[in-house]
């Protein structure tokens, strides 16, 4: 029932061409008579993903035009996401000279974001990134060992070493945190997984095996020094072209809990995407980089955790918790401040009266997945809603 009512809203769209000019959008742009349903030549896979965006993988983070359009649209002076994730919003909002504040109880996230959204002084940085990669290649091939099972388990010994020989050598440098994200998403694709189960695996892949995604007999990864290159050249091309752009936005990260976090008055919009009920583990999707980074978790205060399923007593406390937040965001709006809320509601839990907004609006958008064995399509909410 919900997908054919969503289904027929997007069908209602007057705007038979996707938007693809986000600097037509302002306040007198009619967003509900835009049409946001992306198809891939729309808008493709290296403009959805630009500059830092993709820093690192990152399961259930919504397309940044998404949060580009409504920025542009309300235009905050200073926009909240209370579930930041790997720091979309934070990211946009920086790129438009908007302040931002952004909150995430998983101590990951906070590490993405604030890497992404670092006021970096590039010349500092290359010198950085060259060096600790020479340093690096000097000590090859000294073997570094540990007692964490997980890292002994998910890793090939050669690969496991080069990790952690790279670890070692990060707390010498400034930006620490963009090397942490440079390691972590090595390790990601360095660990005893097929290749075409990179996002879900259930178990160490120990022995050749028939990939999928190849067409052919592969061999699981044994090492993690070619990951650590590439991505570094990677990393080093993405954070320049997010630095030429000249983003003026001030950004504050804080790792906690949204339900409770200590805030600054004066927030006139949020845009966010919570996390969807029974659907991802945050914590779980980069185990591998709390295991060898040695990070605070905090799953057990995750809201929605797809291990607390999805019962009635599971959408019960998901909606409270939920609303928790809301009811705590709202006691730091600004009068009349807009959130924007990206959600697929299909068991219609969210509503506004109980956590002091009111609806203004809600726009419906189908969601192609075209990556990875997440490729089916969905649909997508964005509810709109302004504090009474």
Excluded at 185 to 192: G, I, K, N, Q, V
Excluded at 218 to 244: G, I, N, W
Excluded at 326 to 331: E, G, I, Y
């Amino acid at each position: 029932m919900y997908d054919n009512i969503v289904a027929h809203k997007i069908a209602e769209q007057t705007t038979s061409t996707p938007l693809t000019n986000f600097s037509v959008i302002g306040p007198d742009t009619l967003i509900d008579r835009l049409n946001l349903n992306w198809r891939e030549k729309d808008l493709p896979e290296r403009v959805r993903t630009k500059h830092v965006h993709r820093l690192h993988p990152y399961l259930g983070k919504f397309i940044p035009q998404l949060a580009e359009i409504f920025l542009r649209k309300f235009q905050p002076q200073l926009v909240y996401d209370p579930f930041c994730g790997s720091g979309t919003t934070l990211v946009e909002a920086k790129a438009l000279g908007t302040h931002s504040i952004g909150v995430d109880i998983a101590q990951f996230n906070v590490l993405i974001s604030r890497a992404k959204t670092l006021n970096y002084k590039i010349p500092l940085l290359e010198q950085e990134i060259g060096d600790i990669l020479f340093r690096f290649s000097m000590a090859y091939p000294t073997v570094v060992e540990t007692n964490n099972e997980y890292l002994q388990n998910w890793f090939s010994e050669q690969a496991r070493s080069e990790l952690l020989r790279y670890l070692a050598l990060i707390e010498n440098y400034t930006y620490r945190d963009l090397l942490k994200v440079i390691l972590s998403r090595a390790a990601r694709s360095a660990r005893l997984v097929t290749h075409y189960d990179l996002d879900f695996p259930k178990k160490p892949q120990t022995s050749p095996y028939e990939c999928y995604k190849h067409g052919r007999i592969c061999q699981p990864v044994q090492e993690a020094r070619r990951f650590l290159m590439r991505y570094s050249l990677d990393t080093m091309k993405r954070v320049r072209a997010f630095h030429q752009l000249a983003p003026r936005g001030a950004v504050d990260v804080l790792h906690g809990d949204a339900r409770n976090i200590r805030l600054p008055h004066g927030i006139d919009m949020v845009f966010t995407s919570p996390p969807y009920l029974g659907l991802i583990d945050y914590h779980e999707q980069h185990r591998y980089s709390y295991e060898l980074l040695g990070l605070q978790t905090n799953e057990g205060e995750e809201i929605g955790s797809a291990t607390k399923g999805v019962s009635n007593g599971a959408k019960q406390e998901y909606i409270e918790s939920i609303n928790g937040v809301l009811s705590h965001t709202r006691n730091h709006m600004t009068r009349g401040g807009i959130m924007c809320i990206v959600v697929h509601d299909k068991y219609n839990l969210y509503d506004p009266a109980k956590v002091g907004f009111k609806s203004i609006g809600r726009v419906e958008r189908h969601v192609n997945r075209r990556t990875g064995r997440r490729n089916h399509a969905f649909h997508e909410s964005i509810l709109i809603w302004k504090k009474t």
